[in-house]
Nanobody, 125 residues
Framework: QVQLVESGGGSVQSGGSLRLSCAASGYTYISRCMAWFRQALGKEREGVASIDENGRTMNADSMKDRFTISQDNAKNTLFLQMNNLEPGDTAMYYC???????????????????WGQGTQVTVSS
């Protein structure tokens, strides 16, 4: 059973920074990709960034200049550094993993089979 636990969310003012973490446990295999998604109230879940087993990253165009995904393989931890936050970044942020060989080519939610419970990020103007 894979478990993903996100942390690091909170409330910040516009222009501030946060670093999200996702601790993965219960692995008996190596996932092909890990990723961050977010879902704002009343909106669909959208991909933020992903990283594959070779360390290659993919970022959503609207956030790629402000958000950086990274991972610590030794500690099975995924990170998302978010800088210059805007009120439009307010959302629940989720960590997810995928075994699908296409996961490094797209941030579609259907490619990711395991999800955490999320951590809330609120940005005020």
């Amino acid at each position: 059973q894979v478990q993903l636990v996100e942390s690091g969310g909170g409330s910040v003012q516009s222009g501030g920074s946060l670093r999200l973490s996702c601790a993965a446990s219960g692995y008996t295999y190596i996932s092909r990709c890990m990723a961050w998604f977010r879902q704002a109230l009343g909106k669909e879940r959208e991909g933020v960034a992903s990283i594959d087993e070779n360390g290659r990253t993919m970022n959503a165009d609207s956030m790629k200049d402000r958000f950086t995904i990274s991972q610590d393989n030794a500690k099975n931890t995924l990170f998302l550094q978010m800088n210059n936050l805007e009120p439009g970044d307010t959302a629940m942020y989720y960590c997810a993993t995928s075994l699908n060989p296409l996961c490094g080519e797209s941030l579609d939610t259907w490619l990711f089979g395991h999800w955490g419970q999320g951590t809330q990020v609120t940005v005020s103007s």
